[in-house]
């Protein structure tokens, strides 16, 4: 752990960036907004790979992603890993923990990240008085499962190239809805071996499809960074269609 921080100050654009997300696919009224504004956080950063919940866990906060990105996952028996899916800024990656006795699965960093919390007692006093608020995160829970589905379909019945190419649009098109892209580019801190952990793929396979989607011109990925060179072509490789992302504005 490099830090735990009193949320204040900057920080407090925290929940900010939680109001910006909710608002992505919820309306929120002006009592909605000072109820997520009163909500006291800290914040702590992590370092890459580190985790912030442990598979069995009963936190007793919910976190949301204010910088970087982090990844839920599950550990088998033989230690390796199966990651479940990504999370950027705005996201509250370990929502469930407010209605579930214990985590079924771990969340830790992809690179570093900034991370805020909020009490559960906070959260569910808050939408007892505001249930407006309380059904704008259950949504975000709801959104999560889609993403859940789609990517089972993803992994059992798309070949290699759209496999790929359907996350790095998943990825692409939620940061730029959420305003962290810069042009054609997506900073994602995902290694190889994590994206063949997350899409049921051998190294050699990730490398050899990275190769195929690098040759189409579609995209790019090198370094933790995704560069889009045709985005109607890599939505025609991967066999795209954002609507499981329920947003209420189309991003691209």
Not at 5 to 31: D, N, P, V, Y
Not at 81 to 109: E, N, T
Not at 202 to 231: C, H, M, P, Y
Request: proline share 4%.
């Amino acid at each position: 752990m490099l830090g735990i921080i009193l949320a204040g100050g900057h920080l407090s654009g925290a929940l900010q960036i939680l109001i910006r997300k909710l608002r992505e696919h919820s309306r929120l009224a002006g009592e909605d907004l000072a109820a997520i504004n009163a909500f006291s956080h800290t914040v702590r950063e992590l370092g890459p790979n580190e985790d912030l919940i442990r598979q069995g866990d009963d936190p007793d906060v919910s976190a949301v992603v204010i910088s970087g990105m982090v990844a839920r996952y599950h550990i088998l028996p033989n230690g390796l890993r199966q990651y479940l899916s990504f999370h950027i800024a705005g996201d509250m990656p370990d929502s469930q923990a407010l209605f579930l006795d214990k985590m079924d699965h771990a969340v830790c960093a992809i690179g570093p990240a900034l991370i805020a919390s909020i009490p559960h007692k906070q959260l569910l006093a808050a939408f007892n008085r505001r249930p407006s608020v309380g059904f704008a995160i259950w949504r975000e829970t709801l959104v999560d499962a889609a993403i859940f589905r789609e990517a089972i379909t993803n992994n059992s019945a798309r070949t290699l190239p759209a496999r790929m190419g359907h996350l790095i649009c998943e990825l692409f098109y939620r940061a730029r809805a959420s305003g962290l892209t810069r042009g054609n580019s997506f900073a994602a801190p995902i290694s190889l071996v994590q994206f063949g952990e997350a899409l049921g793929m051998s190294i050699a396979s990730v490398n050899r499809t990275l190769k195929q989607l690098r040759a189409s011109r579609a995209v790019d990925f090198r370094q933790g960074e995704i560069q889009v060179g045709n985005w109607e072509r890599l939505v025609e490789i991967a066999q795209f269609n954002p609507g499981y992302l329920h947003l209420k504005k189309p991003a691209l």
